[in-house]
């Protein structure tokens, strides 16, 4: 361990700024995506289900 | 093995694959990270020219790297696609394109935030900015061209043109530092004449850069299963998957309320 107190970790040496602006917009695009896909995967499954049932539906009718 | 690949070459037997890979490659990125942050930012020394401010290495390299690797993926698998007119090519290099823009953003990002401080200016017309900016744009213009066209296999064609056209800007971008005078430092890393930097900093440095590479993976592959399902809704398979009949009995007792 290098740093003295947490104090002196946000502060990175002046840096702080620098470093937790790369750190934390990384970690936003990150959690972003992540979301993005899963919202993504889940509109996919409803619309391939709502197609599907709309086909059966309409092989009964007919 | 050959017939192995052409095996998985098929969306409807890629698919399972893919949806058994991405954890796996999700769970390496996780722990990578976490090792990769604890070396760098709790074990690294401080650096005896940058201080503290040199530690946006262990995301702006590893992101910058993948952004290039991913661009280079994406290269690899519509070459693939033109030649074998193989129809999981296209979507594989769809489903890695908004992953390789998040890098690229990222790269320049990161890359203003740390020029700031050790430059003094977020940004200079330089070779190794200017092309990386390029890259990020090719991306962008990736992503938007196969959105515009509506028949996915010629979108799938324009798009693995345009990844092909474009790969030639990564070698660009990688020996930029040394074909122009940048103000970009050359390569911390080479090939051939190993590293300048310390023990633990490289190590960190290549511990998140296997990261996102994990990351990457993971993301490209959950994505190209939505890709799948959507354009092979029509087939057999599609409809007897046990995640479209939940969905279609959600509907449906939605739809009989409604």
Same mark, same amino acid.
């Given at each position: 361990?290098?740093?003295?107190?947490?104090?002196?970790?946000?502060?990175?040496?002046?840096?702080?700024?620098? =470093?937790?602006?790369?750190?934390?917009?990384?970690?936003?695009?990150? *959690?972003? /995506?992540? &979301?993005? =896909?899963?919202?993504?995967?889940?509109?996919?499954?409803?619309?391939? *289900?709502? /197609?599907? &049932?709309?086909?059966?539906?309409?092989?009964?009718?007919? | 093995?050959?017939?192995?690949?052409?095996?998985?070459?098929?969306?409807?037997?890629?698919?399972?694959?893919?949806?058994?890979?991405?954890?796996?490659?999700?769970?390496?990125?996780?722990?990578?990270?976490?090792?990769?942050?604890?070396?760098?930012?709790?074990?690294?020394?401080?650096?005896?020219?940058?201080?503290?401010?040199?530690?946006?290495?262990?995301?702006?390299?590893?992101?910058?790297?993948?952004?290039?690797?991913?661009?280079?993926?994406?290269?690899?698998?519509?070459?693939?696609?033109?030649?074998?007119?193989?129809?999981?090519?296209?979507?594989?290099?769809?489903?890695?394109?908004?992953?390789?823009?998040?890098?690229?953003?990222?790269?320049?990002?990161?890359?203003?935030?740390?020029?700031?401080?050790?430059?003094?200016?977020?940004?200079?017309?330089?070779?190794?900015?200017?092309?990386?900016?390029?890259?990020?744009?090719?991306?962008?213009?990736?992503?938007?061209?196969?959105?515009?066209?509506?028949?996915?296999?010629?979108?799938?064609?324009?798009?693995?043109?345009?990844?092909?056209?474009?790969?030639?800007?990564?070698?660009?971008?990688?020996?930029?530092?040394?074909?122009?005078?940048?103000?970009?430092?050359?390569?911390?890393?080479?090939?051939?004449?190993?590293?300048?930097?310390?023990?633990?900093?490289?190590?960190?440095?290549?511990?998140?850069?296997?990261?996102?590479?994990?990351?990457?993976?993971?993301?490209?592959?959950?994505?190209?299963?939505?890709?799948?399902?959507?354009?092979?809704?029509?087939?057999?398979?599609?409809?007897?998957?046990?995640?479209?009949?939940?969905?279609?009995?959600?509907?449906?007792?939605?739809?009989?309320?409604?």
């Amino acid at each position: 361990m290098i740093w003295n107190s947490w104090n002196d970790f946000w502060a990175m040496g002046g840096y702080g700024l620098y =470093v937790w602006g790369s750190f934390g917009v990384t970690a936003l695009c990150v *959690a972003l /995506e992540i &979301v993005w =896909v899963k919202n993504a995967r889940a509109q996919a499954l409803t619309q391939i *289900a709502h /197609e599907l &049932v709309a086909e059966t539906n309409s092989k009964e009718w007919s | 093995m050959i017939q192995k690949l052409f095996f998985y070459a098929s969306p409807q037997n890629f698919y399972p694959l893919a949806g058994k890979l991405w954890p796996v490659f999700a769970c390496l990125a996780t722990v990578l990270t976490v090792w990769g942050l604890w070396l760098g930012m709790f074990v690294a020394p401080t650096d005896f020219q940058q201080g503290e401010g040199y530690r946006i290495i262990f995301v702006h390299v590893p992101a910058s790297w993948m952004s290039m690797v991913i661009y280079l993926a994406m290269a690899f698998w519509a070459l693939l696609g033109l030649t074998f007119n193989t129809r999981l090519s296209g979507m594989m290099t769809k489903a890695l394109a908004p992953t390789g823009a998040i890098c690229a953003f990222l790269s320049l990002w990161t890359g203003a935030l740390w020029g700031k401080p050790m430059w003094g200016t977020w940004w200079v017309w330089d070779a190794r900015l200017t092309s990386e900016l390029i890259l990020f744009f090719l991306y962008l213009g990736h992503i938007a061209l196969t959105n515009a066209i509506d028949d996915p296999r010629r979108a799938d064609k324009a798009g693995g043109i345009l990844a092909l056209v474009g790969a030639l800007n990564v070698p660009v971008i990688y020996f930029s530092v040394k074909w122009w005078n940048t103000l970009h430092q050359g390569a911390s890393v080479s090939l051939t004449k190993g590293s300048s930097m310390a023990q633990v900093m490289l190590e960190a440095m290549l511990i998140m850069g296997v990261a996102f590479w994990m990351y990457a993976a993971a993301m490209a592959l959950y994505r190209v299963r939505s890709i799948i399902v959507v354009r092979e809704r029509h087939a057999q398979w599609v409809a007897e998957l046990p995640e479209v009949k939940a969905q279609m009995m959600k509907n449906a007792s939605g739809g009989t309320k409604a």
